[in-house]
């Protein structure tokens, strides 16, 4: 896509329960499309070892991240597990209006509340083919006991009664095709008539 004929960007929302693999179709799928830009999210937890301020996520204060609230500075936020989690605003309308699409890997109660507060962005829910399959990957993963596992899976039923607010629905069974599903999302976003009025001059 032409840098002429990008104008304004593409909020794009992703979600999914855990076990669904958005993380690692994101992974595969940004790097091969231009003009996109990964959203930092804000966190009042403390980093992990390798983890790096402004690059893994802001890492802020309980203090600072009350008065971002507080200023309306955040698209949106959530309290997990006695942190804060949330998406500054000010980055995000810096490179929509750059013409760069914005990509937020989120929550389910944070993809809804950016919609509430941006119509326009585009809300993307990556799900297996089956729900049992949920329940197979975390409990191949190894690294959770039975109880925690059970809680992901029951978090993921309350999660799928929300699939009807979203736009696209990208299916994760083989990862190659999910991968092409979400460019293809990205991609027809970017061919929008609105978005290329400019071209259509004579």
Same mark, same amino acid.
């Given at each position: ?53 402004? !690059? ?12 971002? *609230?507080?200023?309306?500075?955040? /698209? +949106?936020? @959530? ?75 029951? !978090? ?12 696209? *629905?990208?299916?994760?069974?083989? /990862? +190659?095709? @999910? ?24």
């Amino acid at each position: 896509m032409s840098d002429c004929a990008r104008g304004q960007g593409t909020l794009i929302v992703v979600t999914g329960p855990s076990g669904a693999g958005k993380g690692t179709v994101l992974g595969r799928a940004l790097p091969a499309l231009p003009h996109i830009h990964y959203s930092i999210s804000a966190t009042t937890r403390k980093p992990r070892p390798g983890e790096v301020d402004g !690059k893994s996520y802001y890492f802020l204060t309980h203090e600072q991240f009350r008065a971002m *609230i507080d200023g309306g500075e955040l /698209l +949106e936020y @959530a309290e997990y597990v006695g942190n804060y989690y949330g998406t500054p605003a000010k980055a995000v309308e810096s490179e929509l209006a750059r013409g760069n699409d914005v990509i937020l890997e989120i929550e389910v109660q944070g993809a809804l509340m950016v919609k509430s507060k941006r119509p326009d962005a585009v809300l993307v829910f990556i799900i297996p083919p089956r729900f049992s399959m949920l329940q197979e990957r975390l409990h191949n993963r190894g690294s959770e006991p039975d109880d925690v596992i059970a809680q992901r899976v029951e !978090k993921a039923r309350q999660e799928y009664k929300s699939g009807d607010k979203y736009d696209y *629905i990208v299916v994760n069974d083989n /990862l +190659e095709d @999910a991968v092409r599903e979400l460019s293809a999302i990205i991609i027809s976003q970017r061919c929008r008539t609105e978005k290329r009025m400019d071209l259509l001059t004579y």
